[in-house]
Nanobody, 124 residues
């Protein structure tokens, strides 16, 4: 049974930092691209960042480029999202997701498994 467990969310002031973690089990982690998405109240789920299966390729939402960094540790079956210089508009529930194969994508519909989400709230 595949399980993705998101953690690391919380309340932080504008300009602060958080590091999200996603721990995976029940899958051959190194064969999956891993993505982070977010969903704010009343809005659709939005792509944030993706990393390919080996960790050699990453893509970001334009508004987070330079502030967020995605990384993975295949030995630990984990993916991370370091978020710096946080803004109130970053407030959302953040989800990690796993997609089988080498091709990365921004489309949430193409991901196979999802974490339960972790709340990030940035106060002004």
């Amino acid at each position: 049974q595949v399980q993705l467990v998101d953690s690391g969310g919380g309340l932080v002031q504008r300009g602060g930092s958080l590091r999200l973690s996603c721990s995976a089990s029940g899958l051959t982690f190194s064969t999956y691209a891993m993505g982070w998405f977010r969903q704010a109240p009343g809005k659709e789920r939005e792509f944030v960042a993706v990393i390919n299966h080996s960790g050699g390729t990453t893509f970001y939402l334009g508004s987070v480029k330079g502030r967020f960094s995605i990384s993975r540790d295949n030995a630990k079956n984990a993916v991370y999202l370091q978020m710096n210089s946080l803004k109130p508009e970053d407030t959302a529930v953040y989800y990690c997701a796993a997609k089988k194969g080498a091709i990365t994508t921004r489309s949430p519909k193409l991901y196979d498994y999802w974490g339960q989400g972790t709340q990030v709230t940035v106060s002004s």
